[in-house]
Protein backbone atom coordinates (compact mmCIF):
# COMPACT_ATOMS: atom_id res chain seq x y z
CA UNK A 1 0.00 0.00 0.00
CA UNK A 2 1.52 3.23 -0.62
CA UNK A 3 2.45 6.40 1.67
CA UNK A 4 -0.15 8.45 -0.39
CA UNK A 5 -2.80 5.94 0.06
CA UNK A 6 -1.75 4.87 3.74
CA UNK A 7 -1.86 8.80 5.02
CA UNK A 8 -5.33 9.21 3.22
CA UNK A 9 -6.87 6.12 5.00
CA UNK A 10 -5.44 8.00 8.62
CA UNK A 11 -6.45 11.33 8.08
CA UNK A 12 -9.96 9.54 6.63
CA UNK A 13 -10.19 7.25 9.99
CA UNK A 14 -9.44 10.36 12.03
CA UNK A 15 -12.10 12.46 10.92
CA UNK A 16 -14.39 9.95 11.01
CA UNK A 17 -13.74 8.73 14.57
CA UNK A 18 -13.73 12.21 15.58
CA UNK A 19 -17.12 12.83 13.93
CA UNK A 20 -18.88 10.29 15.80
CA UNK A 21 -16.90 11.23 19.05
CA UNK A 22 -17.68 14.49 19.09
CA UNK A 23 -21.46 14.74 17.72
CA UNK A 24 -23.42 16.93 15.93
CA UNK A 25 -21.96 20.33 14.77
CA UNK A 26 -24.90 21.93 13.31
CA UNK A 27 -28.38 20.49 13.33
CA UNK A 28 -28.67 21.02 9.71
CA UNK A 29 -25.90 18.89 9.40
CA UNK A 30 -25.09 16.22 11.81
CA UNK A 31 -23.26 12.29 11.77
CA UNK A 32 -27.35 11.02 12.07
CA UNK A 33 -28.06 13.40 8.93
CA UNK A 34 -25.08 13.27 6.89
CA UNK A 35 -26.63 12.18 3.42
CA UNK A 36 -28.66 15.54 3.81
CA UNK A 37 -25.79 17.74 4.16
CA UNK A 38 -24.52 20.34 1.53
CA UNK A 39 -20.44 20.02 0.40
CA UNK A 40 -19.74 23.23 2.09
CA UNK A 41 -21.99 22.08 5.52
CA UNK A 42 -19.56 19.15 5.38
CA UNK A 43 -16.75 21.01 4.51
CA UNK A 44 -17.21 22.89 7.43
CA UNK A 45 -18.04 20.13 9.76
CA UNK A 46 -14.84 18.66 9.02
CA UNK A 47 -12.80 22.37 9.77
CA UNK A 48 -15.05 22.41 12.92
CA UNK A 49 -13.65 19.17 13.94
CA UNK A 50 -10.12 19.61 13.13
CA UNK A 51 -9.74 22.88 14.76
CA UNK A 52 -10.90 21.03 17.79
CA UNK A 53 -7.89 18.62 17.37
CA UNK A 54 -5.82 21.27 17.53
CA UNK A 55 -4.61 21.43 21.73
CA UNK A 56 -2.68 24.15 22.77
CA UNK A 57 -0.30 24.19 25.75
CA UNK A 58 -1.77 25.99 28.78
CA UNK A 59 0.38 29.27 29.07
CA UNK A 60 2.09 29.42 32.29
CA UNK A 61 -0.03 30.30 35.45
CA UNK A 62 1.63 33.39 36.28
CA UNK A 63 3.01 31.06 39.58
CA UNK A 64 6.93 29.95 40.29
CA UNK A 65 6.76 26.36 40.54
CA UNK A 66 7.04 24.79 43.93
CA UNK A 67 10.44 23.39 43.38
CA UNK A 68 12.05 26.87 42.40
CA UNK A 69 10.70 28.93 45.38
CA UNK A 70 14.17 30.89 46.04
CA UNK A 71 15.88 29.72 43.79
CA UNK A 72 18.02 32.15 41.13
CA UNK A 73 20.27 30.07 38.96
CA UNK A 74 23.77 30.47 39.18
CA UNK A 75 26.03 27.87 38.68
CA UNK A 76 26.94 26.37 35.09
CA UNK A 77 24.69 22.82 35.07
CA UNK A 78 25.70 20.04 32.55
CA UNK A 79 25.69 16.17 32.16
CA UNK A 80 25.79 14.76 35.55
CA UNK A 81 25.30 17.92 37.70
CA UNK A 82 23.08 17.39 40.59
CA UNK A 83 20.90 19.14 43.03
CA UNK A 84 17.70 21.55 43.77
CA UNK A 85 19.02 23.78 41.04
CA UNK A 86 18.77 20.83 38.31
CA UNK A 87 14.89 20.09 39.64
CA UNK A 88 13.67 23.71 39.44
CA UNK A 89 15.18 23.66 35.84
CA UNK A 90 13.70 20.72 34.67
CA UNK A 91 10.07 21.80 36.16
CA UNK A 92 10.41 25.34 34.61
CA UNK A 93 11.21 23.50 31.54
CA UNK A 94 8.07 21.52 31.58
CA UNK A 95 6.09 24.47 32.15
CA UNK A 96 6.27 24.96 28.68
CA UNK A 97 5.35 22.33 25.79
CA UNK A 98 7.80 23.20 23.25
CA UNK A 99 10.84 22.40 26.06
CA UNK A 100 8.99 19.85 28.06
CA UNK A 101 11.35 16.72 29.44
CA UNK A 102 9.27 13.90 28.90
CA UNK A 103 5.23 13.04 28.90
CA UNK A 104 5.81 10.45 31.17
CA UNK A 105 8.00 8.86 33.68
CA UNK A 106 11.34 10.38 35.37
CA UNK A 107 11.29 13.87 33.99
CA UNK A 108 7.55 14.49 32.87
CA UNK A 109 5.73 16.93 34.56
CA UNK A 110 5.37 16.30 38.37
CA UNK A 111 8.01 13.25 38.06
CA UNK A 112 11.30 15.60 37.84
CA UNK A 113 14.41 14.72 39.27
CA UNK A 114 17.72 16.31 40.89
CA UNK A 115 19.83 14.46 38.06
CA UNK A 116 21.27 16.62 34.88
CA UNK A 117 21.16 13.75 32.28
CA UNK A 118 20.47 12.91 28.44
CA UNK A 119 16.52 13.58 29.07
CA UNK A 120 17.77 16.77 31.02
CA UNK A 121 19.82 17.74 28.13
CA UNK A 122 17.38 17.35 25.43
CA UNK A 123 15.73 19.69 26.57
CA UNK A 124 17.79 22.01 27.47
CA UNK A 125 18.55 22.40 23.87
CA UNK A 126 14.82 22.77 23.02
CA UNK A 127 15.38 25.45 25.24
CA UNK A 128 18.26 26.82 23.36
CA UNK A 129 16.66 26.51 20.15
CA UNK A 130 13.61 28.63 21.24
CA UNK A 131 15.52 31.05 22.88
CA UNK A 132 18.58 30.99 20.18
CA UNK A 133 18.42 35.01 19.62
CA UNK A 134 19.03 35.63 23.27
CA UNK A 135 21.16 32.10 24.35
CA UNK A 136 22.83 31.13 20.83
CA UNK A 137 23.32 34.05 18.94
CA UNK A 138 25.08 36.38 21.06
CA UNK A 139 27.93 33.58 21.88
CA UNK A 140 28.06 33.07 17.81
CA UNK A 141 26.32 29.43 18.17
CA UNK A 142 24.13 28.28 15.54
CA UNK A 143 23.16 24.78 17.11
CA UNK A 144 22.33 24.09 20.85
CA UNK A 145 24.71 22.51 23.26
CA UNK A 146 22.56 21.23 25.69
CA UNK A 147 25.12 22.86 28.34
CA UNK A 148 23.30 25.07 30.73
CA UNK A 149 25.36 28.27 31.09
CA UNK A 150 25.39 31.92 31.47
CA UNK A 151 23.46 32.96 29.09
CA UNK A 152 20.79 29.86 29.22
CA UNK A 153 20.82 30.67 32.81
CA UNK A 154 19.77 34.91 32.46
CA UNK A 155 17.16 33.70 29.85
CA UNK A 156 15.70 30.78 32.51
CA UNK A 157 16.48 33.65 35.54
CA UNK A 158 14.21 36.30 33.56
CA UNK A 159 11.15 33.58 32.69
CA UNK A 160 11.61 32.86 36.50
CA UNK A 161 10.99 36.45 37.34
CA UNK A 162 8.38 37.33 35.03
CA UNK A 163 6.55 34.22 36.64
CA UNK A 164 7.43 36.04 40.15
CA UNK A 165 5.57 38.98 38.37
CA UNK A 166 2.63 37.96 36.38
CA UNK A 167 -0.82 37.71 38.39
CA UNK A 168 -2.36 34.14 37.78
CA UNK A 169 -5.12 34.61 35.17
CA UNK A 170 -8.36 33.33 36.19
CA UNK A 171 -9.97 31.76 32.73
CA UNK A 172 -13.39 32.92 32.70
CA UNK A 173 -16.13 30.71 31.59
CA UNK A 174 -19.44 31.47 29.33
CA UNK A 175 -22.52 30.24 30.78
CA UNK A 176 -23.71 27.42 28.82
CA UNK A 177 -26.62 30.24 27.49
CA UNK A 178 -23.90 31.75 25.38
CA UNK A 179 -21.82 29.58 24.22
CA UNK A 180 -22.86 29.29 19.86
CA UNK A 181 -20.28 26.78 18.97
CA UNK A 182 -19.01 22.92 19.72
CA UNK A 183 -15.62 24.27 19.59
CA UNK A 184 -16.23 27.48 22.21
CA UNK A 185 -18.50 23.96 24.40
CA UNK A 186 -15.89 21.96 24.48
CA UNK A 187 -13.16 24.60 25.56
CA UNK A 188 -15.23 25.86 28.40
CA UNK A 189 -15.53 21.72 29.78
CA UNK A 190 -19.49 21.40 28.74
CA UNK A 191 -20.63 18.83 26.22
CA UNK A 192 -21.89 19.54 22.93
CA UNK A 193 -24.77 17.58 21.79
Not at 12 to 26: D, E, K
Not at 65 to 81: D, E, H, M, R, V
Not at 176 to 185: D, F, K, N, W
Request: charged letters at 15%.
Amino acid sequence: MSNLLKKGLVVFTSVAFALVMVGPVSAACSLTTLSDCTNEELVGLISDLLGQAEVEAPAPTGEVPAACQGITFAANLKLGSTGANVKCLQTLLNTDSATKLAETGAGSPGNETSYFGSITKAAVEKFQTKYASEVLTPLGLTAPTGFFGPKSIAKANALLAAMAEAPAEEEEVKPASEITSATECIAAGYYWG
